[in-house]
């Protein structure tokens, strides 16, 4: 795989776990909007400049998982992914302070080996 197909692998799997983020966290204070003023989930989350924002991410990343499927065998691509769970768990973790167990870590780690075995096999 070449330097530029990487990159933009790369770019697709962290931008769409970046926008799955930013989704929950818009979506959480849609739900605390809900919660203090009643109304629609659908029209909080519809204004929220938070759930906007992860959407037109999320829309770049499969803009970018396309290209990148059209130089980049499925086999190969998708392994990645694994590193946008593991983001996900990071951040989930970290920045919006969500309950990890040591199954979700293991499980997680796990699947980065995962990940570590499909390109180790591409190599030989």
Do not use: C, D
């Amino acid at each position: 795989m070449s330097l530029p197909s990487l990159a933009l692998l790369l770019f697709a799997v962290f931008s769409s776990a970046a926008g799955q983020i930013l989704l929950k966290h818009g979506m959480r204070a849609a739900a605390a909007q809900v919660e203090r003023r009643g109304g629609s989930i659908a029209v909080h989350a519809a204004t929220s400049p938070w759930v906007v924002l992860g959407l037109t991410v999320f829309a770049v990343s499969a803009v970018a998982w396309m290209s990148t499927l059209a130089r980049v065998p499925l086999s190969i691509a998708y392994p990645f992914n694994a590193l946008g769970y593991l983001l996900i768990v990071l951040v989930s973790a970290t920045v919006l302070h969500e309950r990890t167990s040591l199954w979700t870590w293991t499980g997680s780690v796990m699947v980065v080996l995962g990940l570590i075995t499909v390109m180790a096999g591409q190599q030989s």
